[in-house]
């Protein structure tokens, strides 16, 4: 996903596959978008619910819950938003257009909701998979709306 504006600070971490870690990723990627002034609440509550429900998938579906292995969550704070990825090098999706369906999951005991939560709160995301080499997940969200794009000094 590629955008074309300044980058003013990101963050790389590398973090085991363990359901405490969902928390870890909301408040580092709520903490990193906070640096901008002009982020609204409203924007930073749905931030927080797109990485977790990203991160949760990697744990829950690429890793199938085994808690020794190791996602990576990129953040890229740029001039009008914020760029997230989430990476796990898991099991991976065979059919990514039916795995985004609201209502789809492979889990009968699930919702079926995760992504169509991380579509309606960002306003970008791209899936990139493949059985067997894992899955990263690439989410953009601006910070404001209409005329006060553009408007992080951070
Ligand atoms: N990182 C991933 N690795 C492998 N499969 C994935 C991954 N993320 C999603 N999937 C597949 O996509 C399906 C849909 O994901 P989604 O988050 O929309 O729903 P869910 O996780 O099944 O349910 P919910 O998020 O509501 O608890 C999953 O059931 C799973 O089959
Ligand atoms: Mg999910």
Same mark, same amino acid.
């Given at each position: 996903m590629n955008r074309d504006k300044l980058?003013?600070?990101?963050?790389?971490?590398?973090? $085991?596959?363990? +359901?405490?870690?969902v928390g870890l990723a909301r408040s580092m990627v709520a903490a990193l978008a906070s /640096?901008?002034?002009a982020v609204t609440v409203n924007a930073l509550e749905e931030l927080k619910v797109a990485v977790?429900?990203?991160?949760?998938?990697? @744990?829950?579906? =690429? &890793?199938e819950n085994q808690e020794d292995k190791q996602l990576i969550? !990129?953040?890229d704070l740029?001039?009008?938003? @914020?760029? @997230?990825?989430?990476?796990?090098? =898991?099991? =991976?999706? +065979?059919?990514?257009? /039916?795995?985004?369906?609201?209502? &789809?999951s492979q889990d009968p005991e699930r919702m079926g909701l995760g992504f169509a939560f991380m $579509?309606?709160?960002?306003? !970008?995301?791209?899936?990139?998979?493949?059985? =067997? !080499?894992g899955t990263t997940v690439r989410m953009f969200k601006y910070f404001c709306q209409g005329d006060q794009k553009n408007a992080c000094q951070a």
């Open positions: 980058k003013m600070n990101s963050v790389m971490m590398t973090m $085991q596959s363990k +359901a405490v870690n /640096q901008c002034d977790s429900e990203a991160v949760s998938n990697a @744990i829950i579906h =690429g &890793y969550l !990129r953040a740029l001039e009008d938003g @914020i760029l @997230i990825a989430v990476e796990d090098e =898991g099991v =991976g999706i +065979a059919n990514i257009a /039916q795995a985004m369906e609201p209502s &789809y $579509q309606s709160f960002t306003d !970008r995301l791209e899936v990139e998979s493949a059985p =067997g !080499r």
